[in-house]
Structures are given as structure tokens and as C-alpha cells.
């Protein structure tokens, strides 16, 4: 696609990046065919193509109007077009650098622009929330029943943390909500990868990964976010402490994988970022990798139930990890049931079904159809967001997967 971008924007970093982004679409359209927006709304410019061609005009200098800001809110950043591209456009980047621009262009009104500071000032803290969190689970039975639903039910006890005992250590991240909302899933994870011979360590002082407010369209506050995590994670991989850092929230990793680009220009964080970035994996990737040391743990297991995986599109599309859980809950005895249109998007997007609640409200409906059709006892996934999400009305618990499988090495052990 040819481009003249303006004045405004031509010879910046992000002015080159998007440029040879939008040299790359041939505007075929087979994207739009997998695009979760544009299968509910079927409107052009609420599927790639059209966000596309939105972010070309405004990057030529066209002045965005509040209907360009819409369609591009509308959109999830669940990167499924990235992953049916046969040019390989790079839409998510395209899209930050969009929105980025609109939002600077055509600010918003007060009212839209409320809700977006509550959720980047709140989120972010996990004590805050941590706190907000309980008073709303102790109020939950008083709550009518739409309130009721956005108040998730107290998680499962967190658990042991097995003493550090292992030569090999591993950071993993506790995140921003995580904690208060599910935290036994690092528990669970430091279970299983200490049965696996690796100690995991949490970092003091480690919050948010900035996607929270990187997507919420406050990019400084975003690359802030992204700095003090490094910080806090620095002296630990400075000392050679630990050999890789392990995301058990899949939304919080493609964020991390991408520091060493977000923050190229920073010369005091771009080598910090990049090493950062290089040494990140996904918990799936990591089990994997010692799934023959779990192996001896788990004995011959019993067959363990039916399961419905639901891929995160922070794993499928963004990380490109794919058919890395299920075998692994395979090995562990668990029978996976088929979840057609695995590819589409359930609508939790971070803060999507917060601020665009009639759209992740229809997407979760049908991944929880999807889910339910293969009948399973469980649901698991891969990412705080889509569990917490996928469990207001679910028929079946929603749980990470890591759980599972922690639940099975101690039920072997025991
Ligand atoms: S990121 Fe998802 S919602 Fe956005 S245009 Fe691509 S497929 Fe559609
Ligand atoms: S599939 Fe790729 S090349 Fe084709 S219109 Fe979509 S983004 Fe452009």
C-alpha cells in the first residue's frame, strides 16, 4: 500500500514503523474473514482492512473524527488478523501507533474519559485493588445481580511456595491483578517447576507490565510501567540469579516480549529491555521444555477428566504459541474436548469488556457456546483476564491450567 504520510508524522520512529507497516497490506482482505468486531458488527471499518485504511488517511494528514476513534476503540488487539496475514502486516503495532495519534488528534469528552483514568490509576496498584477487590466480594451477595457478575467470587488459597532449594531459578512475574484476583496460580506454577528442578522467585517491587495503561492509550504511562518492572527485575538477572523469566498471565508476556522494541530509543533502558524481552517465556513453554522430568512425578496418571483449553489470543496470536498446553494436560491424563472457532476472541481484552461491555459481553457468550460443547467438567486457559471473564456465567469452573496439573503431581505424590 502506497503511503504519503504527513508532515506531522513522516521521518519519526513511529512514523518509519508504521509506514513499512502499510507497505506490506495488499488490502486482500482475508484478515477480515477472522476478525471477531467485523463477524458482529459487519461493517468494513470495524474489521483490519477498514482500521487499516482509518490509520493510513489520519497518518496522510485526514483529521480523525470521534467515529474514527470508535472504530478503532472497537477493536480488540486480538491480533487474529495478524495470525491470517499471508503479508505478515503487523496490525497490533499499527494499531498502538493509531490510536496514539487519534487520541492526541480528537481527545475525548469527559465521560469517556472518567472511566479509562479509574481503570489505568486503579488497576495498576496492586494493593489498592487488592483492597477494592474484597469489600466488592464481601458486599457480592447484596449486589443485583449485572453488578454481581463484574465482582469475581474469592479465588482458591494460594497454597505453599517451595523453599528456593534448586541450582536453576526463574523470575515469573506477579503482575498488577493476578495476585488478589487468582494467587495460586504462581504458587501452583512454583510447584510444579520446583518438582521439575527449578526454583522460582518473585521480585520485589515487580508490578504491572504496563499493558494496562499502554492500551488504555496512556502510552507514557504505559513505558513508565515498563521501566519500573525492569528495575525491579534487574539485580536478579544482573547476578545471574536466574536463567528466564515465566509469564503465567499469556497478556502480560506478549507485552514483555515486546519491551526491547517499545523501548529502542530509551538509551538508558534499551539494552535492559532487550535482554528482558530475550530471556521471557510463557509458563507452557517452560513446562514443556521439562515435561519429561514431570513425567516420573505424574507416574501412569488415572484419566483425570474432561477439559475444554481455551488459547488466549496473547498466546496464539501475539506469542504464536500454539498446541503447547494440551499435550501436556494430555500426559497428565486429562481428555481435551474440541472448542470450535478456537481462533476467535472471548471479548475480555484487558479493559475491552469494561469499556466496550455490549461487544465482550456477545464474544463471551459464544466462546462459553464453544467451550460448553464438548461437555467438560473444567475449563482452563492461560490468562488472568479471559478467566476471570470466561468464569461470570460459565456452567463449569474456570481455572489456569497450571492448576491443574499441580493438583495432579500432588495427587501423585500424596
Ligand atoms: S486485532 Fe482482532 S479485533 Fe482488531 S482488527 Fe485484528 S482481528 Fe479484528
Ligand atoms: S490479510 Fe494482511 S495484507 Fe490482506 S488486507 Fe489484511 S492486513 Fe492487509
Not at 132 to 148: A, D, E, F, H
Not at 341 to 352: I, M
Amino acid at each position: 500500500m502506497q503511503t504519503q504520510l504527513a508532515e506531522f508524522i513522516r521521518g519519526t520512529a513511529e512514523g518509519r514503523e508504521a509506514e513499512e507497516i502499510l507497505r506490506k497490506c495488499v488490502h486482500c482482505g482475508f484478515c477480515t474473514a477472522t476478525c471477531p468486531t467485523y463477524q458482529l458488527i459487519g461493517d468494513e471499518l470495524d474489521g483490519p482492512r477498514g482500521r487499516i485504511y482509518l490509520i493510513k488517511q489520519v497518518l496522510e494528514g485526514a483529521q480523525p473524527t470521534a467515529r474514527t476513534r470508535l472504530h478503532l476503540d472497537r477493536c480488540l488487539t486480538c491480533r487474529s488478523c495478524e495470525t491470517t496475514c499471508p503479508s505478515g502486516v503487523h496490525y497490533g503495532r499499527l494499531v498502538d501507533i493509531g490510536r496514539g495519534v487519534v487520541e492526541k488528534q480528537t481527545p475525548r469528552g469527559a465521560l469517556q474519559r472518567a472511566p479509562r483514568a479509574v481503570l489505568s490509576w486503579v488497576l495498576p496498584r496492586t494493593r489498592l485493588f487488592g483492597a477494592l477487590l474484597k469489600l466488592g466480594q464481601l458486599l457480592r451477595p447484596l449486589l443485583p445481580p449485572p453488578l454481581k457478575r463484574m465482582v469475581p467470587e474469592r479465588g482458591r488459597a494460594r497454597g505453599a511456595w517451595p523453599a528456593a532449594r534448586h541450582a536453576r531459578g526463574m523470575l515469573v512475574l506477579a503482575g498488577c491483578v493476578q495476585p488478589a484476583l487468582a494467587p495460586v496460580i504462581n504458587a501452583a506454577a512454583a510447584r510444579v517447576l520446583d518438582a521439575a528442578g527449578i526454583s522460582l522467585y518473585e521480585a520485589p517491587g515487580a508490578g504491572c507490565c504496563g499493558a494496562l495503561r499502554y492500551h488504555l492509550n496512556d502510552q507514557a504511562g504505559g513505558l513508565e510501567d515498563m521501566r519500573a518492572l525492569i528495575d525491579a527485575w534487574w539485580p536478579m538477572i544482573e547476578r545471574g540469579q536466574i536463567e528466564a523469566i515465566v509469564m503465567t498471565a499469556s497478556g502480560c508476556g506478549a507485552m514483555v516480549r515486546e519491551f526491547g522494541h517499545l523501548l529502542r530509543d530509551d538509551a538508558a533502558y534499551r539494552d535492559k529491555a532487550a535482554r528482558v524481552s530475550a530471556i521471557t517465556r510463557d509458563l507452557s513453554e517452560v513446562v514443556s521444555a521439562q515435561a519429561d522430568a514431570l513425567a516420573a512425578g505424574l507416574g501412569q496418571p488415572a484419566a483425570a477428566g474432561r477439559i475444554a483449553f481455551h488459547a488466549p489470543c496473547s498466546l496464539q496470536h501475539a506469542q504464536q504459541i500454539r498446541g503447547v498446553v494440551e499435550p501436556l494436560l494430555e500426559r497428565a491424563g486429562f481428555a481435551l474436548t474440541a472448542v470450535p472457532d478456537a481462533h476467535l476472541c472471548c471479548g475480555s481484552a484487558g479493559t475491552y469488556s469494561i469499556l466496550q461491555p455490549a461487544l465482550g459481553n456477545a464474544l463471551r457468550a459464544r466462546k462459553q457456546a464453544a467451550l460448553h460443547s464438548g461437555q467438560p467438567e473444567t475449563i482452563v486457559t492461560a490468562n488472568i483476564g479471559c478467566l476471570i471473564h470466561l468464569q461470570a456465567g460459565a456452567h463449569v469452573p474456570v481455572r489456569h491450567w497450571i492448576e491443574l496439573l499441580d493438583e495432579r503431581l500432588a495427587a501423585t505424590a500424596g
